[in-house]
C-alpha cells in the first residue's frame, strides 16, 4: 500500500508522479481512496472551518466509506474565505482565480503544495507530449510583462505549461495583437522540428482561427508536427458557441496540426488537471477523480449529465482536495474509449445555467 | 424635447408612443375620476376574459383589483374632493413582481396623473399580456382623453433618456431598491419633482403555534400555499418576502409539519434549479462559518432550507435567503422584537394572531420600522399604502378652497 501521507514530508514520490496513468482502474481506486481519506482527515486536523462544518453537517470520514461520501466544498467558498491547513507562515504563494465577474477566489500555496502541482502537471503532461523539452509557442502575451504583479490562473497556467517549453516564445504584444514578427521568426527556425503551441481556448480560437493570416514563406505545412494544447476560461470559450470538434476542425483545416490536446482544470486543483485522452474524453490521473451530481446533490450514474465535484491529492495547504465546480458534465462509459490512457473518463458540456432571479433590485 | 426624438431609435414603445413625450402640458384629472374607474373597469373584465388562457395567479389578483366594485370601495375610503393629478408621473419599475409596473400606473392614474412607465429589461409574459389589453382599449372612442396618459416604454439603461423623462416629470416612482434608487436621485429632475423611493427592505412573519394545532388538513394546506406565493413564487426575493419566521410558543413537532409541508408543495409547484440549489447550499455552509447563533439546520425535500437560531442578533435585516432559504426562531412575545427593528423592516406577516396584541406591538414608543403587518398571503398585494407611503394622497394636489 503506497501512503502519499504518512510523513510530516507530503512530497510525493518522483516515480509516482511522473507516471500518472500507470495503475488500472481497480489499483487506482484502492490508492486513491486510501490516500483520499488519509488527505481528508489532514484537513480536519489542521483546518478549524474544515472541521467545523464537517463536524456540523455530521458529515463522516471513514476509511470504508465512498468517495462520494466525503464533504465536499462549493468552488464559491475560496471566494469569500481564505481556507488554510498549514501555518500562515509558510504561505510562500497566493493564486487567484482569473474570473471576470464578481470577487475572486484565492488559494494559498505553501512550498511542499506548490511543488507537488508541479511535479504532478509535469507528469500528465509528458505522459501526451512525450519527456522532451519542445520549442513552445504561447498564444498569449508574457505574463513578466504584465504591471499587475499578483499572480492570476492565467499565468498560473503559463508559467505552469512554460516548463515543457525551451525557446519560449509568446505570441501577442502587449496589447494582445499578434507580433507576426516573433511568431514568424520561431516558425522559420522551428520549421523541421516538433513544436509545442499552448493557450486559453478562446485565444486560441480567436487569435489563431479567427485572426492569423499566414504570410509568404510560412505555409500551413510547417504546423504538421505541432501539439496543440489548450484549456481554461469556460465562460469566454461558451460566448464563442464553438463546439470541440468545429474547434478542432477548424485547427486542422487551418493548420494541419493533428494533435490537439484540451485540458480541464481549476485553480483550486492546480496540478492534477485533466487531460483529453486520445479519444477526446477528459480523463482522470491516479492523483484525481471526478463525480457528477443531480440537482439534489445525489451521485449519477454514467452517462447522465449533472455538476461536477473534483477529487484531488494534490491540495495539502488548503482543504481544496474536494470540491463542487459549477460546471455541468457526463461520465462516458468506459467501453467507449478505445485508448491506452486509463482513468475515468468525461466531458464537460459547460457553465451551469445561472436561471434568472427575480428581484427588487433588478431593474 | 427635440432632444428626446433624436434618442427616438433607443426607444420602443409598447403603449403610446412618442408625441406623449413631447406633451408639455399634461392631461390632469381629478382624484377618483369616473372615466379612469371606468378605464379600469374595462380593463378588469378584458383581463379576466384573456387570463382564461393563462390562469396566471398575479394576473387573477390584478383583474380583480382594478374592477369597479373594488374601486368604488377604495374611492369611499380614500377620495379626497378637490385632489387632482400633480402632472407627469415617471414609474422606473422593478422585474420581481411582473404586475407591478401595472399597480404603480393605476395607482397613478386614479390619483388624476399622466405617466411614463420605464418597464424592467426582462421580457416577462405578464407584461406582454398588460400592454396589449391597455392598447386595445386605448382605442376606444370613450378612452380618447386617457390615450396620452399612459406611454409603456423600454430603453436599456440610458442616463440621457432618464434625464429627459426626468425634466418634464412632476414626480418620479423609483422601485428597485438601493442601487436603482441611488443611480436615479442622481439623474437630474424639474425642482419641485416627487421622488418616491423604494429602496431595499426587509420583511418577517410571526405565526402563533398553538394556533395551528386546530387547524384540519384543508386550513393548514391553505396556509402553506399562502406562505408559498409571498415566497416561493417570487424566488423569496421580493422586498416584502419574509426571510426570517417567528414562532409563538414551542411545538418542534408541528414546527417540523409546517417545514416538511412546505417543502412538499415546493417540490410540487417550484422549479427545482441546479443553480438555485447550488446558491443555497453554498449559503448554509457560510452561515455556518459566519453565524455564531445557530442550533441546527435542516434540508427539506433539497428544497427548503431552514436555519434554527438560538438567539436573535442586531442587523437582523442581514438575515437574507433566496429561492426557500429560512431562518427560524422560537420568540416568547411578540414585543421582544422591537428592540431589533430598524427603518428596513418593511413587511411583517402574520397568523394566528390577535390583532389587540398586534396593535399593543404597533402602539408601544420604540417601534422604528415594519410598515405593514398583514396575514400570510397577502405580503406581494400591492396597496395605496406601500413602505409607509400614502399614494392616495401624496400624488395628488390638493386645491384649497377658503
Redesign the interface.
Known amino acids: 500500500m503506497i501512503n502519499l501521507f504518512n510523513k510530516k514530508n507530503f512530497s510525493f514520490p518522483k516515480e509516482l508522479t511522473s507516471n500518472p496513468f500507470k495503475f488500472s482502474n481497480k489499483e487506482k481506486n484502492i490508492f486513491f481512496k486510501n490516500n483520499f481519506y488519509r488527505l481528508n482527515n489532514y484537513h480536519l486536523k489542521n483546518c478549524l ?1 474544515f472541521k ?2 464537517t463536524k ?2 455530521k458529515i463522516k470520514s471513514n476509511k470504508s466509506q465512498h468517495l462520494s461520501e466525503y464533504f465536499y ?2 468552488v ?2 475560496f471566494k ?2 481564505n481556507l488554510v491547513s498549514v501555518k500562515r507562515k509558510s504561505i510562500i504563494r497566493e493564486i487567484v482565480s482569473s474570473g471576470t465577474s464578481g470577487n475572486l477566489s484565492k488559494i494559498l500555496l505553501d512550498k511542499v503544495n506548490s511543488i507537488n502541482q508541479r511535479k504532478i502537471l509535469s507528469g500528465i503532461v509528458s505522459t501526451f507530449i512525450g519527456k522532451d523539452r519542445l520549442p513552445m509557442l504561447i498564444i498569449d502575451n508574457d505574463p513578466r510583462t504584465s504591471s499587475d504583479k499578483s499572480i492570476n490562473a492565467r499565468k498560473a497556467a503559463i508559467y505552469g505549461f512554460g516548463i515543457f517549453g525551451k525557446n519560449v516564445t509568446y505570441a501577442l504584444d502587449s496589447k494582445n495583437q499578434i507580433d507576426y514578427i516573433s511568431v514568424n521568426n520561431f516558425l522559420n527556425k522551428y520549421k523541421d522540428e516538433k513544436i509545442l503551441i499552448f493557450g486559453f481556448t478562446h485565444l486560441i480560437y480567436i487569435k489563431l482561427v479567427n485572426e492569423y493570416k499566414f504570410k509568404k514563406n510560412i505555409k500551413k505545412n510547417i504546423f504538421k508536427n505541432a501539439i496543440l494544447i489548450h484549456g481554461g476560461g469556460w465562460k469566454k470559450v461558451e460566448k464563442l458557441k464553438v463546439s470541440r470538434k468545429l474547434f478542432n476542425k477548424k485547427i486542422q483545416n487551418k493548420f494541419n496540426i493533428s494533435r490537439i490536446h484540451n485540458y480541464y482544470g481549476m485553480v483550486e486543483q492546480t496540478g492534477s488537471i485533466f487531460f483529453e485522452c486520445h479519444c477526446g474524453y477528459l480523463t482522470t490521473s491516479m492523483f484525481s477523480d471526478v463525480i457528477i451530481r ?4 445525489n451521485p449519477l450514474n454514467v452517462g447522465k449529465k ?2 461536477i465535484q473534483l477529487l484531488s491529492l494534490v491540495p495539502t495547504s488548503y482543504p481544496g482536495h474536494n470540491i ?1 465546480t ?1 460546471d ?1 458534465g457526463e461520465e462516458i462509459e468506459e467501453v467507449k474509449c478505445k485508448c491506452e490512457i486509463r482513468g475515468k473518463k468525461f466531458i464537460v458540456h459547460g457553465r ?12 | 424635447m427635440s432632444e428626446i426624438k433624436s434618442l427616438k431609435k433607443e426607444l420602443k414603445f409598447l403603449v403610446g408612443d412618442i408625441s406623449n413625450l413631447n406633451n408639455l402640458k399634461p392631461v390632469v384629472l381629478k382624484h377618483f375620476d369616473d372615466l379612469i374607474i371606468n378605464f379600469l373597469d374595462e380593463f378588469s373584465i378584458y383581463l379576466k376574459k384573456v387570463n382564461k388562457i393563462y390562469y396566471l395567479s398575479d394576473l387573477e389578483s390584478l383583474s380583480f383589483w382594478t374592477r369597479k366594485k373594488n374601486l368604488i370601495t377604495l374611492s369611499k375610503k380614500l377620495k379626497k374632493i378637490n385632489n387632482k393629478g400633480l402632472g407627469t408621473v415617471f414609474h ?6 411582473p404586475t407591478n409596473f401595472a399597480y404603480s400606473l393605476f395607482i397613478s392614474l386614479i390619483n388624476g396623473n399622466s405617466n411614463i412607465i420605464k418597464l ?3 421580457n416577462l409574459q405578464q407584461i406582454q399580456i398588460i400592454c396589449n389589453i391597455l392598447k386595445k382599449i386605448l382605442t376606444r372612442k370613450k378612452f380618447v382623453k386617457i390615450k396620452s396618459m399612459i406611454t409603456v416604454l423600454k430603453y436599456k439603461d440610458n442616463d440621457k433618456i432618464t434625464e429627459l423623462i426626468s425634466k418634464i416629470s412632476d414626480s418620479r416612482m423609483i ?6 434608487v441611488k443611480s436615479i436621485k442622481k439623474i437630474q429632475s424639474k425642482p419641485n419633482c416627487l421622488d418616491i423611493v ?1 429602496p ?2 426587509y420583511s418577517l412573519s410571526i405565526i402563533n403555534i398553538n394556533s395551528l394545532l386546530k387547524l384540519d388538513h384543508h386550513q393548514f394546506k391553505l396556509l402553506i400555499t399562502n406562505f408559498y406565493n409571498d415566497t416561493y413564487l ?2 423569496q ?3 416584502s418576502s419574509p426571510h426570517l419566521i417567528l414562532w409563538l410558543g414551542k411545538n418542534l413537532k408541528i414546527k417540523n409539519k409546517f417545514w416538511k409541508e412546505l417543502s412538499l408543495y415546493a417540490k410540487s409547484k417550484y ?8 446558491e443555497k ?2 449559503k448554509m ?2 452561515d ?2 459566519c453565524l455564531k447563533n445557530i442550533s441546527d ?1 435542516k434540508i427539506y425535500e ?1 428544497l427548503t432550507y431552514v436555519v434554527y437560531l438560538k438567539n436573535l442578533n442586531w442587523n437582523l435585516e442581514t438575515l437574507r435567503g ?2 426557500g432559504y429560512f431562518y427560524d426562531y422560537d420568540i416568547e412575545n411578540i414585543n421582544k422584537l422591537t428592540k431589533f427593528v430598524t427603518k428596513k423592516f418593511q413587511t411583517l406577516t402574520y397568523y394566528g394572531i390577535s390583532k389587540k396584541i398586534l396593535n399593543n406591538f404597533i402602539n408601544q414608543t420604540d417601534l422604528h420600522g415594519i410598515d405593514r403587518i398583514i396575514p400570510i398571503g397577502q405580503s406581494l398585494n400591492i396597496d395605496f399604502n406601500w413602505d409607509s407611503y400614502d399614494l392616495s394622497s401624496i400624488l395628488s394636489r390638493q386645491v384649497k378652497l377658503g
Open positions: 472551518e467545523n462544518l456540523f453537517l466544498l462549493p464559491s467558498i469569500k474565505h443531480d440537482k439534489n446533490f449533472g455538476l463542487l459549477e455541468i451551469l445555467d445561472k436561471a434568472e432571479t427575480r428581484g427588487c433590485s433588478n431593474v | 422606473i419599475t422593478p422585474s420581481n413582481i424592467p429589461s426582462k422601485w428597485g431598491g438601493d442601487n436603482t423604494f431595499d427592505r417570487v424566488d426575493n421580493a422586498c422549479k427545482n434549479e441546479q443553480y438555485f440549489n447550488l447550499y453554498s455552509l457560510d455556518i462559518m439546520i433539497s433566496k429561492w
